[in-house]
């Protein structure tokens, strides 16, 4: 049972638009998210986090939505650039004291950039 | 240089056959994991270790065994591979405060079984 969805494997957007990557959770334990972006041929690096507290964050041209009461966050990038042109993993856990939970990680989404 | 390191970048085996796939870091994390990813079907979790004495089997841990050497180290042992194992297999270490998780990757391990 996957408790973390990422139900279009790919999005295609034109440089300059906003790419919208969409994720979403069934486990109401979930409390702190994060998205990941991978290049080919290395690992994903964390791109920016939210906790259950708040319901966006902003870095740059990247921000995070979260919806608790439909459990699904989005990741925002504004304007989209050919280097954002890569896969996006969303990513969920569980605050606990002593750290108990692992993250769990949707299936990715590969985001082509356009020119 | 690079925190977290994976040796070696690709390696083609045959089926039947003990590899070992080693992992080290430089960022004094106590918590290392061995994700593995294949197409479609995201990052699962192998095996993780929160810390030297400290091991757990992740969601498809069949096939496969651990060793944490040290905190710097954890690798991945496939006992006797099978070509279901090819994919590209991630080392991952963690810190952990009160916003929660975050983890930092290695490069990745290409593995083929024929």
């Known amino acids: 049972d996957q408790q973390v969805k990422q139900n279009s494997p790919s999005l295609s957007v034109q440089e300059g638009r906003i790419s919208i990557l969409n994720c979403d959770y069934t486990?109401?334990?979930?409390?702190?998210f994060l998205w990941y972006k991978k290049y080919p041929a290395e690992g994903p690096t964390f791109l920016i986090s939210i906790s259950s507290i708040k319901d966006k964050n902003e870095d740059g041209r990247f921000t995070v939505f979260l919806n608790k009461s439909a459990k699904h966050l989005s990741l925002h990038i504004v304007p989209s650039q050919p280097g954002d042109s890569a896969v996006y993993f969303c990513?969920?856990?569980?605050?606990?004291?002593?750290?108990?939970?692992?993250?769990?990680f949707g299936k990715g989404t590969k985001l082509t950039v356009n020119p | 240089d690079a925190d977290v390191t994976q040796t070696p970048r690709n390696r083609i085996t045959k089926t039947g056959k003990r590899i070992m796939l080693e992992c080290s870091q430089t960022k004094g994390h106590d918590r290392m994991y061995w994700y593995r990813q294949d197409p479609g079907l995201g990052l699962r979790l192998i095996y993780y270790s929160f810390d030297v004495k400290d091991i757990n089997k992740g969601e498809i841990s069949d096939g496969y065994s651990v060793s944490r050497q040290a905190q710097a180290k954890f690798s991945l042992s496939l006992e006797s591979a099978i070509p279901n194992q090819t994919a590209l297999y991630f080392c991952?270490?963690?810190?952990?405060?009160?916003?929660?998780?975050?983890?930092?990757f290695g490069p990745g391990t290409r593995l083929l079984v024929l």
């Open positions: 991952a270490t963690s810190d952990w405060d009160l916003r929660g998780e975050t983890q930092y």
């Open positions: 990513a969920a856990s569980a605050v606990e004291t002593g750290g108990s939970e692992k993250l769990v």
């Open positions: 486990n109401s334990m979930f409390d702190y």
